[in-house]
């Protein structure tokens, strides 16, 4: 029953993210209860033997009472992980052939990660993008950044072309803790730059995670005729015949799909490849299975 | 080829219109988004070609629909012969003059044997009609191509007694080629007669490209003597008092004497010897014609020794009877109308009535029926039983003419015909100006010889309440201030005329004028039933067999050789005959009177003069201006006539606009739907 309402279609119809998060998270927690082997965490606790410089304040001191030895607690400090969702909100991520938009899509998504995130008292942060950094909320755990990255992600809209090159040298600059690091895109560029692009964030020990977007009618587009198509981003004008649309695109967006996940793999990115007709809680569920293979 | 309407051509212009909307505007469809085209490749030639011919073929479509269109405003056409010419065809028509003065000597078997060369000289894609114009035109055959079929046609004509007419034969080329819509060989065979040219030469036009080829088989205008007319009465009541005239005529003759016999029933009555002048005409008289009662054929020869014996005796026939009672009644003491009228009918030469006087109180218990008419002279107030006698008899279709003079009453009805009588007015010599006939209904049977009315006075006349308008009166004559003299009213069966003043010499001067005469024998001929039959009739001429009242009564008509004329049908349902040849014909009418009708042949067939052969050049060439184009106009005729000889093309261009719509209409919904299935992506 849940699951009807995971559809993005449906989604799509609950004016409130805050709620569509919810529902999401909810209903994708209230999955893993039959699914015992799947566990949610992004961290877990664990202590460290003090070294020299550590803050004393994060000692913990009944482990010293009974074992003698000085451990730092690091379960609620040094164990929370930091979320930071790069949402791009270029002008073909408006393209939908049906249901929603990906940009529509990537929107659910970051504000489930968002809730999910705040869930575990993660700092979450959200940069909007597409030729450039449109919007930044910087990561925090204080009150109110839930709703802060709920309206920043409510804004946003689409806007030109994408290019990563731009927006991802000015990340460096907000990256000050490592932490996750996930982008939400549809990816038209050349795999290869966009791995050199996006590769720099994981020297800082960041864990980056790369969501691809795409459209069911990007993937396998049907035309019942010859049909002038038109870029949504730089508005150049095609004439497709649907013999092409039929074979040698699909073979193209296969191969461009899959080069991404080996660019990503190459450049130690995590790389999830998600169907906007599909329903959240799978794109979710995929998302996490990644991160349990790595834990 | 040509156009009738060039000026519409003009309009092809808009079959730029379609070449704005496809070449101009072609395929600026609306774009599809679509997210990126990074991976779409400009490799699509092969359908946009496809697509491109679709486009092309629906814009052809188009504009050959608009040129269509115009085209068929412009009114396309072929020249008829061109289409008549294609398969190499030539259509012959076949004229064959069968008219009386071809049976002069072979002149008919040797037309008959040049047409059958002719028709034998058809080549296999000719085509062939026979007509013949000896009288009415008739079409022997249909056109066709089979000689056979001509010959035996040709093989089973024979001459007529009808006279030849190259203005019918020239109309039936005229209407052939119209038909047809081609030109046409128009061949006649034919004596060259000149008395078979009509009266205007514009009759003769021929069709353009029609060539007419003239057989002719008289070298040279014969010699020839006829009997051209006989005047004789139709009835014979006293033949002592018969007066025979006969009109002997020479066409291309010299002085001579011929001898003109009379003869009845083929006995020889009387012969004469009559001088005919030159080229001339002369009558001879017969004062006696002694046949016995009943119907009886006769007929004036000539011994005319010429080489067309066939127009030497003329046929008529005569009737012997006695003479009809009438009835005179007038007036008691009245003796001077009795006399004037006594006199004029004595006087008539046929002689065919004799009159009873009587007063009216005589002829109260007379038996009318006897009476061949009744004339009542101013006769007063009639005793009551008369009135009802007189009323009954004319009820019965007889016939009374009523006088009346100053015993009519005004205020009272005229006895039978019940028109009322207003007054009784006598001119005043001094201060009223005599009346006299101010107009005379020419067309009725009464004036028709009798015409002078001029000197005719009148002093004392009744006024009748006569309506112009009522269909069963007719007013024949009337005075000068107006008031009618002369009025006919059916009643009944019969007739009564009234002539509004009296036969005295007293209210007028009318029984001592030379028209008393002809006035009152044609009256009483009419009232009798003598006046209106005829004996004599010209071949070709129609007979009336019935009136409408003798529907469905049979009729019989018995031709030359005692054969019936008519079938059974045609005896019972025919209103008319035409007499078809020479010869005495018995006809036995509805109400079973019998008649012997005396045909004889136009005597304008006796006339061997020959056409001129300028005449001829001049008839051939009014169908040669063929080739003119059609805004032209031609020699003989307009542009209009023009169009008629060409095929016009119009209806053939409709047809394929029609289907040119569909297959637009189909195509262009194809194209929609798929436009449409494109917006739905």
């Known amino acids: 029953m849940m699951q009807r309402f995971l559809d993005p279609a449906v989604l799509a119809s609950i004016s409130s993210l805050d709620l569509v998060a919810k529902t999401v998270v909810d209903g994708f927690v209230a999955g893993l209860h039959r699914s015992p082997t799947f566990g949610f965490s992004q961290e877990f606790a664990e202590y460290r033997q003090y070294s020299e410089g550590d803050d004393l304040r994060h000692v913990d001191w009944n482990v010293y009472a009974r074992s003698d030895r000085i451990y730092i607690k690091r379960f609620k400090g040094e164990t929370n992980s930091q979320l930071l969702i790069l949402l791009d909100t270029s002008a073909s991520m408006t393209y939908k052939s049906s249901g929603v938009s990906k940009l529509d899509y990537a929107r659910y998504i970051a504000a489930s990660l968002c809730y999910l995130s705040s869930q575990q008292r993660d700092a979450t942060g959200l940069i909007v993008f597409d030729d450039d950094v449109k919007n930044y ?37 907000f990256l000050r803790r490592r932490g996750i690091v996930i ?103 995929n998302y996490l299975a990644i991160r349990q293979r790595r834990r | 080829m040509g156009f009738l309407t060039p000026w519409f051509l003009l309009g092809a212009a808009a079959v730029g219109l379609p070449i704005y909307v496809h070449l101009l505007r072609q395929y600026r469809q609306k774009p599809v988004p679509f997210s990126s085209l990074m991976f779409f490749e400009r490799r699509t030639q092969s359908s946009i070609k496809h697509r491109r011919l679709k486009y092309l073929l629906l814009f052809a479509l ?37 008219s009386f003065s071809m049976r002069q000597d072979d002149r008919f078997t040797k037309a008959k044997d040049a047409a059958r060369d002719e028709i034998r000289k058809m080549r296999e894609t000719d085509r062939g009609q026979l007509v013949t114009f000896g009288g009415p035109g008739k079409l022997i055959t249909d ?39 081609t030109d046409i060989e128009a061949q006649i065979f034919t004596d060259d007669q000149k008395s078979s040219l009509p009266a205007a030469f514009s009759d003769l036009r021929l069709d353009d490209g029609t060539k007419l080829v003239v057989h002719s088989f008289a070298d040279k205008a014969i010699p020839n003597w006829t009997v051209e007319n006989v005047d004789a009465p139709r009835r014979v009541f006293d033949t002592k008092k018969v007066r025979t005239v006969a009109t002997i005529a020479g066409f291309n003759t010299t002085d001579a004497t011929r001898k003109v016999t009379l003869v009845a029933n083929g006995k020889t009555v009387e012969s004469k010897d009559l001088k005919v002048t030159a080229d001339g005409r002369a009558t001879v008289e017969f004062l006696t014609l002694d046949v016995p009662y009943g119907l009886t054929k006769c007929e004036v020869r000539i011994d005319s020794a010429d080489a067309f014996p066939q127009d030497d005796h003329w046929l008529f026939s005569v009737e012997r009877a006695d003479p009809k009672p009438a009835l005179l009644i007038h007036a008691e003491g009245d003796t001077a109308s009795p006399l004037y009228l006594k006199t004029a009918l004595e006087s008539f030469t046929d002689a065919a009535f004799t009159l009873d006087s009587e007063t009216p109180n005589q002829a109260t218990n007379a038996n009318l029926s ?33 006088a009346l003079g100053h015993n009519a009453t005004p205020g009272r009805p005229v006895p039978v015909a019940g028109i009322p009588i207003n007054g009784i007015h006598t001119i005043a010599p001094d201060n009223e100006r005599v009346q006299s006939v101010a107009k005379i209904d020419t067309s009725y049977p009464a004036f028709s010889r009798a015409q002078n009315w001029d000197t005719v006075e009148i002093f004392q006349y009744v006024t009748l309440q006569a309506p112009a308008d009522a269909p069963d009166i007719r007013i024949a004559a009337t005075m000068a201030n107006g008031l009618p003299l002369l009025v006919d009213r059916k009643v009944g069966e019969g007739h009564v005329v009234i002539f509004a003043s009296a036969f005295d010499n007293v209210a007028n001067n009318l029984p001592l004028q030379p028209v008393w005469l002809p006035f009152l024998e044609q009256t009483t001929h009419e009232l009798g039933g003598v006046g209106t039959a005829r004996g004599n009739y010209k071949v070709g001429s129609y ?29 019972s349902k025919a209103a008319s005959f035409q007499f078809p040849s020479e010869g005495f014909f018995d006809i036995r009418r509805a109400n079973g009177r019998e008649e012997l009708a005396a045909v004889n042949p136009d005597r304008r067939e006796s006339d061997f003069t020959l056409v001129s052969q300028e005449t001829l050049d001049l008839w051939k060439n009014t169908g040669i201006a063929s080739k003119q184009e059609p805004g032209s106009t031609s020699a003989s005729g307009t542009s209009g006539k023009k169009r008629d000889d060409n095929a016009e093309l119009w209806w053939w261009v409709l047809a394929l606009l029609a289907m040119l719509a569909v297959a637009e209409s189909v195509l262009g919904n194809r194209h929609m739907n798929a436009g449409a299935g494109k917006e739905a992506q």
């Open chain 2, 370 to 402: 006897k009476f061949a008419f009744v004339i009542l002279s101013d006769a007063g107030p009639l005793p009551a039983k008369l009135e009802e006698s007189l009323q009954t008899y004319v009820n019965g279709g007889g016939s009374m003419l009523v």
């Open chain 2, 543 to 571: 007979i009336d067999l019935r009136t409408v009242k003798e529907k469905n009564i049979p009729v019989e008509i018995i031709g030359p050789g005692d054969k019936r004329l008519l079938t059974l049908s045609e005896s």
């Open chain 2, 62 to 98: 188009r504009c050959a629909f608009i040129a269509l269109l115009v085209l068929a405003f412009a009114r396309p056409y072929v020249h008829s012969s061109a289409i008549a010419n294609a398969n190499g065809g030539r259509t012959i028509v076949f004229a064959i003059d069968n």
């Open chain 2, 143 to 181: 056109m066709t191509s089979d000689r056979q079929l001509l010959l035996g046609a040709l093989a089973a004509l024979e001459p007529g007694d009808d006279t030849s007419s190259y203005a019918e034969i020239a109309r039936i080329f005229r209407s052939t080629s119209e038909s047809l819509k």
């Open chain 1, 183 to 285: 982008v939400l895109s549809d990816f038209y560029d050349d795999p290869k730059r966009i791995a050199s692009v996006i590769e720099p964030l994981r020297y800082h020990g960041n864990e980056v995670v790369l969501l691809h977007l795409l459209d069911p009618n990007e993937l396998a587009p049907k035309f019942k005729g010859p049909v002038l198509l038109q870029d949504i981003e730089d508005e150049s004008a095609l004439e497709v015949s649907p013999d092409y649309a039929r074979n040698e695109y699909r073979d193209k967006i296969s191969h461009h799909i899959s080069e991404m996940g080996d660019k990503a793999a190459a450049s130690g990115l995590e790389y999830v490849f998600m169907d906007t007709s599909k329903p959240l809680d799978s794109a979710l569920r």
């Open chain 1, 137 to 173: 909320v910087a990561p925090s755990t204080r009150q109110g950044q839930l709703m802060r990255l709920f309206h920043a992600i409510d804004k946003a809209e689409g806007g030109t072309r994408t290019d990563f090159a731009k927006p991802f040298a000015h990340f460096q600059q």
